[in-house]
């Protein structure tokens, strides 16, 4: 037997180990089984460019618990280590690849920043075992190796009687490490970390009952067997070829990936370059609604099918962490803190290729079936809107998929729209005027006033539409947006014929000053000469100052620090309106500040702006007033 000294500066490196990444404790099973897989995929590797002359078989790996005995083994069929291989690959380089890790990072061991902890492979061990034991057999004819060591930088070296190829690593569980000594953990474990591995895994056996055959007699009992419990799939569709799949194989695969999921995706973009870097993935479009938040870290990061994380912050752009699915990418630097990460050249690239893929996919759905599209935009916006504000490159390309759907359910992209609007929606700067709505409810009478004159309102209602109302008309310097209820459709749309006055210059100075009298400091009062059947009384918001909100509520980085700006609204009087010449003509000052109360007050039902002590005052005077 052989003892020896592990080469370490370090002395008590093992505490320092156990310590590190606390949190993180059971990655070692992941470090382990990928082990035992890049093991076995070497050792077909061997066999193929001839210099392993084995039968490579259909090697598995296994875990098995043993409970009684505190134990964990994990057991494959790769290549395996001959004595000498042991004292170079777990003495020597194992341990400088951990003790250069633990170097590296022990400053920042809080630093959950750091994605994947990946580098501390075998020695990972330590952190849930206080005695490790590694029984390998190599492919060349060379005795096996017993390896044991106790968390000291002791270890012994010994021949071993292991017959078949490949290496069993066996862990003695520590103390405070039992929990990992339940099946269900275990397989909790293989289930997040290792479910897509490219070499079959075994955990357990299952009983299976075996088919009745044709000749079995009438007091036939079924027969059972037991079998390998495979807790992976070795080939998860992301490896395979877009061409191997249809739209079925995508849809088993979302449900592989999201057993919980009833509802299915809307549509895939399968992810696939290998030049100037490495990167397969499938991303699904989930049925969204209007909330950005909760959908969040749904997309799952692999390294060669190794699970490393669900927090793609800083790999996928983040308008895309809405989304769900996979990306796999060796190229992916994982002993980084985040913040690292988004300064990494590579790291940006793929985050860039990414974004053009998903926003060639758009645009190759939107112009294979726009009616199909259409349906789903309400399902998508969101994402896209964000995209667009978001990224620069995604915002240049979506002009050919991005629409814009009326509250009659028409979908306009912004070309189409811009042509539809030169018709007949310019304002007096020449201006196209895009009138929309945040609610078809909330502005109902507007929509409709604008309807009846023929025009076009969008229904714009995702939580960030005034950021990007903004963005496109800075971008566009021939649009302005105003929502419906912004001020009176007669002022913002040039129209040839302007209605006459009824009133005469000095009538309307009296009305005014009457008004005044009776309406609120915060309304300010504004007399058009309108068409006899519109409204009277119109409350409008002012289109700026009602987005510079909105945009200050959303997140707009509160650039005026507006939080508390107060609200401010027009009140648009009709002068040609029957209600105005009766205000007008009235000569009892009560009888005339009830007309003017009482219309104020209809004007606020309509734009939902008449609450509490004052609507309670009202209903009572409106039952009064019908008695
Ligand atoms: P890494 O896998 O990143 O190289 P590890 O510390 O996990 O680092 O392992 C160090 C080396 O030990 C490996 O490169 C490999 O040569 C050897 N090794 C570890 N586990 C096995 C195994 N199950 N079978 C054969 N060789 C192994």
Redesign the pocket.
């Known amino acids: 037997m052989a003892t020896g000294k592990i080469n370490v500066s370090v002395e008590n490196i093992f505490p320092l180990i156990k310590k590190f990444l606390y949190s993180d404790h059971e990655i070692f099973l992941r ?2 089984v ?3 897989t ?2 076995t995929l070497k050792l077909k590797h061997l066999i193929s460019i001839g210099e392993a002359k084995v039968e490579y078989g259909n090697p598995i790996i296994e875990v098995k618990v043993d409970k009684e005995g505190k134990k964990i083994h994990i057991i ?1 069929q ?4 001959t004595a000498d ?1 042991v004292e170079k ?2 003495n020597q ?2 341990f400088s ?2 003790e250069e890790f633990l170097d590296k990072y022990k400053d920042s061991a809080k630093d959950s920043g750091i994605i994947g902890h990946f ?1 501390l ?3 990972s061990a330590f952190m849930v075992a206080e005695k490790v034991e590694i029984i ?1 057999k190599s492919y060349k004819d060379e005795p096996a190796a017993h390896w044991t060591c106790d968390g000291s930088p002791e270890f012994t070296l010994e021949p071993a009687d292991k017959t078949s190829r ?2 069993e ?1 066996i862990l003695h569980i520590a103390e405070d490490s039992l929990e990992f000594l339940e099946d269900s953990k275990i397989s909790g474990l293989l289930n997040k970390y290792n479910k897509f591995m490219p070499i079959p895994i075994k955990f357990g056996t299952r009983t299976e009952t075996l088919p009745k055959p044709e000749d079995a007699p009438e007091d036939y009992v079924n027969e059972t067997v037991e079998i390998d419990n495979i807790i992976n799939n070795p080939n998860p569709a992301w490896t395979k070829q877009p061409s191997e799949l249809s739209d079925e194989d995508y849809k088993n695969f979302y449900r592989e990936l999201y057993p919980m999921q009833f509802e299915e995706p809307l549509f895939h973009i399968h992810l696939n370059v290998d030049y100037p870097f490495n990167l397969t993935g499938i991303l699904y479009f989930p049925k969204l609604g209007n909330d950005m938040q909760i959908q969040k870290d749904k997309i799952q990061l692999y390294q060669n099918q190794v699970y490393v994380t669900d927090n793609v912050e800083g790999i996928v752009p983040e308008f895309l962490t809405m989304l769900k699915g996979v990306i796999d990418s060796p190229d992916i630097p994982l002993n980084v803190s985040r913040s690292g990460l988004q300064a990494d050249g590579a790291v940006k690239k793929i985050s860039n290729y990414i974004t053009r893929k998903v926003a060639d996919k758009l645009k190759a759905l939107f112009n294979e079936n726009r009616a199909d599209f259409e349906a789903k935009w309400n399902d998508i916006k969101i994402v896209l809107e964000y995209g667009m504000l978001s990224e620069e490159k995604f915002y240049e390309k979506a002009g050919a998929f991005v629409l814009y759907p009326t509250v009659d359910d028409k979908y306009f992209t912004l070309e189409e729209l811009k042509e539809k609007l030169k018709e007949n929606q310019t304002d007096k700067d020449g201006k196209l005027v895009v009138l929309y709505a945040g609610n078809k409810d909330a502005q109902h009478s507007y929509i409709e006033a604008a309807k009846e004159k023929g025009y076009e309102v969008l229904l714009l209602d995702s939580p960030i539409i005034s950021h990007l109302i903004q963005k496109i008309e800075n971008d566009n310097s021939g649009l302005t947006f105003v929502r419906v209820d912004s001020d009176h459709i007669d002022n913002l749309i040039k129209k040839e014929e302007n209605t006459i006055s009824k009133l005469s210059d000095d009538e309307k100075a009296a009305l005014k000053t009457s008004l005044e009298a009776y309406i609120p400091k915060a309304y300010s009062v504004q007399l058009e000469a309108m068409d006899s059947q519109a409204a009277p009384f119109i409350i409008t918001q002012p289109e700026f100052m009602r987005r510079m909100k909105e945009m200050s509520q959303t997140g707009g980085g509160g650039m005026f620090g507006m939080g508390n700006m107060p609200e401010m609204y027009n009140l648009v009087v009709n002068t040609n309106s029957d209600l105005a010449s009766s205000i007008l003509n009235t000569e009892d000052k009560t009888h005339q500040e009830h007309l003017v109360k009482q219309a104020l007050d209809l004007a606020k039902l309509s734009q939902n702006l008449l609450k509490g002590e004052a609507l309670t005052a009202f209903v009572k005077r409106s039952f009064e007033m019908i008695k």
């Open positions: 470090e382990l990928s082990n035992g890049d093991a494959d790769g290549l395996g280590m291989e690959y777990i380089v194992a690849g951990a580098g492979g075998f020695y390998t490949g290496t690593i």
